[in-house]
């Protein structure tokens, strides 16, 4: 609704913050200027942008709904591997006579136990009383806890299961850090591309997949393929939008990222077969990754790497989206003059983060920021089976609440900018992370900790919404894609430790002092919020000597 409604309340929305500097159409849509016009890449955008038509609409949609199937595959694992009722006497039965005569001779209140009792060896190791192959489980639904005897017993077995849910950020962690190079040096599309080649036959895999090791195989470079497909596809879409649409589009990233929790308990719910849920999962990718074979590349990218005629084709394509015609012998882009010395390569941006250490400080700040909101989010996000009593259910609120969170932030954005909505979103994090130490009964099983936390959690997805979109504009062109590596990837290794901290670390000390150390981060993280620079009213920095340029007037600091 706020991308296709927007046409006349954008134009508005931002005439009080910038000239209007974009060259003029007349009234078929063409571009009128006279002779030898300098316009930048932004300046072309913005006029192609001013009055969208249904087909340039859909277009963008198609490309953004690619993130639906993001937490299908991201939570597969959830679901697949659900461990089987071990209280119900009823779930499990005999097949040999030696599981038999235990049964028999075991009390009936402890029988139910029995898959999960455990006993010493003589050279002190530690076995199942059961073997696998001594019973079997009558169950309606298959698991790959079953199969590979990952349920949820003491023991190593445990630790096997989350590995295999883990694993899947190291594959994500080694394809940032690959993405770091090949984002900014072969395309957005064509990294996209290599992403969707790489996880469709992989996610096949696992409906052919009986043994926990190539499970584990699939799992990593399931995380490798699609971090080298969503990451870029972001980056593309709002490369081809104006500053004033970027806001928007993000959001509708955000808002199918958490529909996708929908698809993916749906998968859970109605596939009864966890090997078959890999293959619905790949009918879903099917579909919704033909946008990255048939969108264009950025014309941005185009000219990064001096390829001028390629970008004025894709400014060309659209226009015609958009029922505009561009002349482009009476118009030169100014981005050109910026770029025509530069030689695009991964030692070069290397060089320029030396070279320009504004650059290099803003891109440590996003790393911050990203490695924070993302331990919090994901603290947040594996405990929804904890929270709710039901799997399902948990996930089905999770991405509500996700959802309100993003329709929140995207006015609040409009209205006030990246910089200070971000700001309000660590702060409200902080206070309710704060609102949470008292020890306080409510009704029930609810408490003062689970009400604050539940209302965090909408302050942390807005944030991490927020940092998404705000990267891609503090990092110039020319390191859009190594910053947006490094950056995820220090989320991924957030990823990794907000679990632990959330579930694990009580169990240590005083559960004061997560909570705490919560709210410490929020506010860290609102301070390097403050020292990065407001975006949503400038143009897109293009190369590094650009990042220094706009903050001479030193306008980062003002509130």
């Known amino acids: 609704h706020y991308f296709i409604q927007s046409n006349l309340s954008l134009e508005k929305e931002t005439d009080n913050m910038v000239p209007d500097t974009t060259p003029k159409c007349d009234e078929n849509e063409s571009f009128i200027p006279s002779d030898n016009v300098v316009y930048s890449s932004d300046d072309i955008i913005e006029t192609i942008c001013r009055k969208r038509t249904w087909k340039f609409n859909a277009f963008i949609i198609w490309c953004i709904l690619i993130w639906i199937r993001s937490p299908t595959i991201l939570y597969l694992t959830s679901f697949a591997g659900i461990d089987p009722d071990t209280s119900d006497p009823n779930s499990w039965r005999c097949v040999t006579e030696t599981c038999k005569r235990l049964v028999n001779s075991t009390p009936p209140d402890d029988r139910y136990t029995l898959p999960c009792a455990t006993r010493g060896t003589p050279d002190g190791r530690v076995e199942y009383v059961l073997r696998p192959s001594e019973y079997e489980w009558n169950i309606t639904r298959t698991s790959f806890s079953v199969d590979f005897h990952l349920f949820s017993c003491e023991g190593s077995e445990n630790g096997a299961k989350t590995l295999l849910s883990s694993i899947y950020f190291v594959g994500a962690l080694v394809a940032l850090l690959v993405g770091t190079f090949i984002y900014d040096n072969i395309g957005r599309k064509r990294s996209a591309m290599i992403g969707c080649m ?84 790949t009918c879903i990718m099917v579909v919704l990754d033909l946008p990255v074979f048939f969108c264009k590349e950025t014309p941005r990218f185009y000219l990064m790497m001096n390829k001028v005629e390629d970008a004025k084709d894709s400014l060309k394509f659209l226009a015609s989206l958009n029922n505009v015609t561009l002349d482009f012998d009476k118009i030169t882009i100014a981005d050109i003059e910026k770029t025509k010395e530069r030689n695009q390569s991964f030692l070069k941006q290397i060089e320029d983060l030396c070279t320009y250490p504004m650059l290099f400080g803003e891109t440590i700040l996003l790393m911050f920021l990203w490695f924070v909101v993302a331990m919090s989010y994901y603290g947040f996000n594996f405990g929804w089976g904890s929270i709710f009593p039901d799997l399902y259910i948990g996930y089905l609120m999770g991405g509500l609440g996700e959802i309100i969170a993003y329709h929140f932030l995207t006015p609040l954005i409009a209205k006030l900018g ?142």
């Not at 052919?208 to 699939?218: K, S, V």
């Not at 150390?517 to 020292?531: H, I």
């Open 198 to 281: 790489i996880e469709l036959p992989i996610t096949l895999c696992g409906m052919f997949c009986h043994d926990y090791y190539f499970l584990l195989a699939i799992r990593f470079i399931q995380g490798f393929g699609e971090f080298m497909v969503s990451t870029p596809m972001f980056i593309l879409v709002q490369e081809i939008l104006p500053a004033k649409l970027r806001n928007y589009s993000n959001s509708l990233f955000m808002i199918f990222w958490a529909l996708g929790y929908a698809v993916a308990t749906a998968v859970g719910y109605f596939v009864h077969d966890w090997n078959y849920m890999f293959l619905t999962a």
């Open 418 to 559: 990246r910089r200070r909505s971000i700001m309000l979103m660590f702060l409200g994090a902080a206070v309710s992370y704060l609102a949470a130490i008292p020890d306080v009964k409510l009704h029930g099983m609810w408490t003062l900790e689970s009400i604050a936390c539940l209302i965090g959690v909408i302050f942390v997805s807005s944030a991490f919404s927020g940092v998404y979109l705000w990267s891609g504009e503090v990092a110039p062109t020319s390191h859009r894609g190594l910053v947006y590596g490094v950056s995820s990837g220090a989320g991924r290794v957030g990823s990794f430790l907000g679990p632990f901290i959330t579930l694990n670390l009580t169990a240590w000390v005083s559960r004061e002092v997560p909570l705490i150390g919560w709210a410490v981060l929020m506010l860290l993280s609102l301070v390097c919020s403050f020292l990065l620079v407001e975006t949503g009213d400038k143009d897109i920095a293009a190369t590094g000597a650009d990042v220094v340029n706009r903050r001479r007037d030193g306008y980062h600091y003002r509130l």
